[in-house]
C-alpha cells in the first residue's frame, strides 16, 4: 500500500503546478498588470475592479507613497510632491532633466551620479525609485489576485529605448522585487497580443495613439524573428490634444463670456466625455456650463476638430514607411494600440492610409499588457510546447571612440541578439600603457552626435610601438538588449570589463531625431569624418616629427634646418584648426615631402647604428 | 552546441557556397527553438549565462552564412586564407578600369534627365557582374584553385561597395521627390 504524503502547508507537491508570471506595461500615462489564467490573458484589477493604474505617485513625510488614481487626485493640491510621466526621465540625464524641466514641475537636485533627483517630502528620489513604487503597485495587485508569489514578470518598453532606458527599467523592476524574465518591446508585445507571430511573414505596423504620444512602429516577422523596421511619432501628440480642440471649440460656441479656471476644467472634462460619447453616437445634445446655453454636437463637428491632428500621425507613418523600407502594399497587418485609437475618424484615416481595416479587436489600453502576459506565461515555463519565439534586434547600434572623435561601429543596429563581438584596436603613441574604452549607441558617426553609455580603462599595457599592441574589445549583448564590454591586451592577457549601466538616456525624441538625422545627415557626417581623419593624419605627422627632432635634431640637421621644420610644422598644426580636410590633406602632403630628408638621414643613421657590431655573417642569414 | 564545429556543421549542412537558405532559417529557427535564453529564463544563472553565449554564436553563424559575401570569406578562412580587412590582392588592370567607368555613370546617371531609370539600370548591370562573380569564385573553390578565389572576393568587395553606392544614391533621390 502507497504511503500518503502529507506537503508541508504553502508547498504544493504537484510539479506541474502553473507558475505565477504576469506581463506589465509601465506606461508614461498609465500602467497594467495582466496573467493568462485558464489559457486566457487577461488585465487583473484592483479591489474596486478598475484595470487601469495611473503612473502617478504622491510622496509624503511620514507616510507610505500613494500610487495611482489617489495620487493623481494630489496633483493639484500638492504638485511637487506628486510625481506625474516618471517615464519621460528613466535613463535620462540631470541636464536632460533641466531641459525638461519646463514641462515638468519638479524640483531637481544634483546627486553627483549624473542621475536626476527629484525633490520630495520623503526625500530625494531617482526616476528609478518613482518607477518602482508603481511596479511595486502592480506587483502586490497581482499577488493578491493571484495568491501567491510572482514567478517574474515580463515588462514592456518602447521600440526606442536605449540601453540606458531600458537598464533603469530593469533596474525599477529590481528594486521593487520583481524578477524580469524580459524585457518587451512594446508594438512587438501588441502583435503577440493579435497572435501575429504565428504567422510565416509579414510586415507589421503598430499605431500607438496614448493620450500625450504618439508612436507608430514598422515591424518585420521572418519566421519567428520580429525585427523593428522603423519607429516614429511625435512625443507631444495624443488624445489630451484633441479634448482641447474640442473644449475650445465649446467656447467659442458658447460666444462672449469670461471662463474661470475651476469652469475651464468643467469645460475640459466635459469635452473628453463628447469625444468618448462620440465614438458610438452620432449625436451629441449638452448644455454649456457657464452660460447655460444648449447645444448639439455631432459627429461630423469633432471630426473637422480634429483631423489636422489625425493628419499629423498619418504623415508620421508616411515617414516611418519610407525610413523601413517598405510600401503600404508590404504591410499586412495594422495593429491599433492606445485609447485614442477608439476614436472613429483615427480609424478609418489609418484603415485608408494602409489600404486594410485594423485590429481593434482587443482592447487599445490593454492590449501591450496582454501580450507582455502571453510572453511571460511562456517564459515561466507554463507552456513547454509553445512555439512562440521573440527574437529580437538590437535598438541602435553599438560602438567605440577612435581616434579624432569618430566612432567605429562594432555592431549595427538591427542585429539580432543576444549577439557578442569582437574587435581589435591598437595603440596611437610610442610607450602607450593605458587605453580609454568609450562606448556610444547611436547611428552617427561622430562621437559627439552618438550618446555616451561607458568610459573605461584598460591599465598595464606593456610599452611598444605605436599599432603594436593588440587590444580586443568584446561587445556581448543580452536579450534584453542589455549591454556588456569587456577589454583585453592579447600579449599579455591583462584584462578590464564593465558592466554597462548608465546613469542617463536619451529621450524618446532624441533618439527617434538621432535616427531621422543619421539618414539626413550621411553627406555632413561623410565630410566631418573625412575631416577628422585629415586631423588625425596630420597630429600623427607633427607627433612623430616633434619626437624625431628631440631626438636626433641635434646630431642629424643643421640650426637652420631644424628652425625651418619647426615652422612648417607650425603651418600645419594652424591648418588643422581649420574646417577645410583638402587644406589639411594638402599640408601634410607637403610636410612630408619637406621633411622627407631628414626621414633619409635618420634611417641611415639608424641602419648605420644597427649594423654597427653585427658580423656580416649574422646580417647575412638575417637576409636569407 | 558544439562552437568547436564549423558554421556548416552547426546548421547540419554541406560545406559549400551553394546554400539552401530556406533549408538554413528552417535549422536556425530549431537551434534558437532549443538554445535561446527565453527558453531557459526559469532556470538557474549558468544555464541562462550558457544560453546567451550559445545564442550569440548561433547569431553569428547565421549571419555569415545567410550574407553570400561572408560566407564565401568563410569558406576561404576554412581553407586557410585570412580575407579580412588586410587583403591587399593585386586586381587586373581591367577591372579596375570598368569599376572606375561604373563609378562615373554612378554619378552621371544622379544627375542625369532620367536618374531613377539610370540608376536602376546601373543597379541591374552591377548586380550581374556580382552574381557572375559569386560563380566563378564557386568554380575557384570547388577546383581548389584559391589564389583565383582570394582574388574573387577582393572583386566583390568592390562590387559590393559599388551596389551600396547606388542604393544610397537612390535613396537620396527618394529624398528630394
Redesign the interface.
Given at each position: 500500500m502507497a504511503l500518503l504524503q502529507i506537503a508541508e502547508p504553502g508547498l504544493s507537491l504537484d510539479p506541474h503546478q502553473r507558475k505565477l508570471a504576469v506581463g506589465i506595461d509601465l506606461g508614461t500615462t498609465n500602467s497594467l498588470v495582466a496573467t493568462v489564467r485558464n489559457g486566457v490573458a487577461e488585465t487583473l484589477s484592483d479591489s474596486d475592479g478598475v484595470h487601469i493604474l495611473p503612473s502617478v505617485v504622491h510622496y509624503s513625510e511620514a507616510k507610505p507613497p500613494l500610487v495611482g488614481q489617489q495620487a493623481a487626485f494630489k496633483a493639484n493640491q500638492d504638485p511637487y510632491n506628486t510625481v506625474q510621466s516618471i517615464k519621460r526621465l528613466m535613463g535620462r540625464s540631470a541636464s536632460d532633466a533641466l531641459q525638461l524641466g519646463e514641462q515638468l514641475p519638479y524640483e531637481f537636485v544634483e546627486s553627483g551620479t549624473g542621475m536626476p533627483y527629484l525633490r520630495t517630502a520623503a526625500g530625494d528620489l531617482s526616476p528609478v525609485q518613482i518607477s518602482a513604487d508603481i511596479l511595486k503597485a502592480l506587483n502586490a495587485r497581482a499577488e493578491q489576485s493571484l495568491g501567491g508569489e510572482l514567478e517574474g514578470a515580463v515588462i514592456t518598453v518602447p521600440a526606442y529605448f536605449d540601453d540606458a532606458q531600458r537598464q533603469a527599467t530593469k533596474d525599477a523592476a529590481q528594486l521593487a522585487g520583481l524578477n524580469v524574465l524580459r524585457l518587451l518591446n512594446e508594438p512587438t508585445a501588441a502583435a503577440v497580443a493579435y497572435g501575429l507571430d504565428q504567422q510565416d511573414k509579414g510586415v507589421v505596423a503598430v499605431y500607438d495613439l496614448g493620450g500625450g504620444t504618439f508612436d507608430i512602429s514598422i515591424l518585420r516577422l521572418t519566421r519567428g524573428v520580429f525585427e523593428v523596421l522603423a519607429t516614429g511619432g511625435d512625443s507631444a501628440l495624443g488624445g489630451d490634444d484633441f479634448d482641447h480642440v474640442l473644449a475650445n471649440w465649446l467656447m467659442q460656441q458658447g460666444g462672449e463670456h469670461q471662463y474661470d479656471a475651476s469652469t475651464t476644467r468643467e469645460l475640459l472634462g466635459l469635452a473628453r466625455s463628447v469625444k468618448e460619447r462620440l465614438t458610438a453616437e452620432e449625436q451629441i445634445n449638452l448644455t454649456l456650463p457657464g452660460t447655460g446655453k444648449q447645444l448639439a454636437v455631432t459627429r461630423a463637428d469633432f471630426n473637422e476638430l480634429v483631423k489636422p491632428l489625425v493628419a499629423k500621425t498619418i504623415r508620421a507613418c508616411k515617414r516611418a514607411l519610407k525610413d523601413a523600407g517598405v510600401t503600404t502594399e508590404e504591410i499586412q497587418d495594422v495593429v491599433m494600440v492606445g485609447g485614442s485609437t477608439r476614436v472613429p475618424l483615427v480609424q478609418s484615416s489609418v484603415g485608408e492610409f494602409f489600404q486594410r481595416a485594423p485590429h481593434i479587436d482587443i482592447d487599445p489600453d490593454r492590449v501591450v499588457a496582454i501580450g507582455a502576459a502571453l510572453q511571460a506565461d511562456i517564459l515561466a515555463g507554463n507552456k513547454p510546447d509553445s512555439e512562440l519565439l521573440l527574437l529580437d534586434v538590437l535598438p541602435l547600434s553599438l560602438g567605440l571612440e577612435t581616434m579624432g572623435g569618430l566612432v567605429e561601429k562594432v555592431i549595427h543596429r538591427n542585429t539580432a541578439i543576444p549577439v557578442a563581438r569582437a574587435q581589435e584596436f591598437t595603440t596611437y603613441q610610442d610607450g602607450q600603457t593605458a587605453m580609454l574604452v568609450h562606448v556610444l549607441q547611436g547611428e552617427r558617426e561622430l562621437v559627439d552626435h552618438c550618446r555616451s553609455l561607458a568610459r573605461f580603462e584598460l591599465r598595464g599595457i606593456p610599452p611598444m610601438a605605436a599599432g603594436a599592441a593588440k587590444i580586443r574589445v568584446t561587445f556581448q549583448v543580452d536579450a534584453d538588449g542589455l549591454l556588456n564590454v569587456s577589454a583585453k591586451e592579447l600579449s599579455t592577457g591583462i584584462e578590464s570589463a564593465v558592466q554597462v549601466k548608465p546613469s542617463y538616456g536619451l529621450s524618446d525624441s532624441e533618439i527617434t531625431r538621432m535616427l531621422q538625422e543619421s539618414y539626413s545627415n550621411a553627406q555632413d557626417d561623410r565630410e566631418a569624418r573625412s575631416l577628422r581623419e585629415q586631423q588625425v593624419e596630420a597630429d600623427r605627422l607633427i607627433s612623430a616629427l616633434r619626437s624625431a627632432i628631440a631626438e636626433d635634431g641635434s646630431r642629424l640637421l643643421s640650426e637652420q634646418e631644424a628652425k625651418d621644420l619647426l615652422a612648417e610644422i607650425e603651418v600645419l598644426e594652424n591648418l588643422t584648426k581649420g574646417e577645410s580636410a583638402g587644406a589639411i590633406e594638402a599640408g601634410v602632403e607637403h610636410l612630408a615631402q619637406v621633411s622627407d630628408f631628414f626621414a633619409s638621414r635618420r634611417m641611415d643613421s639608424s641602419i648605420q647604428s644597427a649594423l654597427q657590431g653585427q658580423s656580416v655573417d649574422y646580417f647575412e642569414k638575417e637576409k636569407g | 552546441m558544439d562552437i568547436a564545429q564549423n558554421f556548416f556543421e552547426l546548421f547540419g549542412l554541406d560545406t559549400s557556397f551553394d546554400l539552401d537558405l530556406q533549408l538554413l532559417?528552417?535549422r536556425y529557427?530549431e537551434l534558437?527553438?532549443e538554445h535561446?535564453?527565453?527558453?531557459h529564463?526559469?532556470k538557474g544563472e549558468r544555464e541562462q549565462r550558457l544560453a546567451?553565449?550559445a545564442?550569440?554564436?548561433l547569431?553569428?553563424a547565421?549571419?555569415t552564412l545567410k550574407t553570400p559575401l561572408l560566407r564565401a570569406q568563410y569558406l576561404l578562412k576554412l581553407e586557410g586564407v585570412d580575407t579580412g580587412e588586410e587583403n591587399r590582392r593585386q586586381l587586373p588592370g581591367p577591372f579596375l578600369m570598368q569599376q572606375m567607368e561604373l563609378r562615373e555613370s554612378l554619378v552621371e546617371a544622379a544627375s542625369g534627365q532620367d536618374p531613377f531609370e539610370a540608376l536602376d539600370k546601373l543597379a541591374v548591370e552591377a548586380k550581374g557582374l556580382e552574381a557572375a562573380e559569386y560563380s566563378q569564385f564557386n568554380a575557384a573553390l570547388v577546383a581548389q584553385e584559391l589564389d583565383s578565389a582570394e582574388i574573387s572576393i577582393r572583386k566583390l568587395q568592390f562590387i559590393n561597395k559599388l551596389i551600396r553606392e547606388i542604393e544610397?544614391a537612390e535613396?537620396r533621390l527618394?529624398?528630394e521627390y
Open positions: - | 532559417s528552417e529557427r534558437q527553438r535561446h535564453p527565453d527558453r529564463a526559469h546567451v553565449q545564442t550569440a554564436h547569431n553569428e547565421f549571419e544610397a535613396d527618394d529624398e
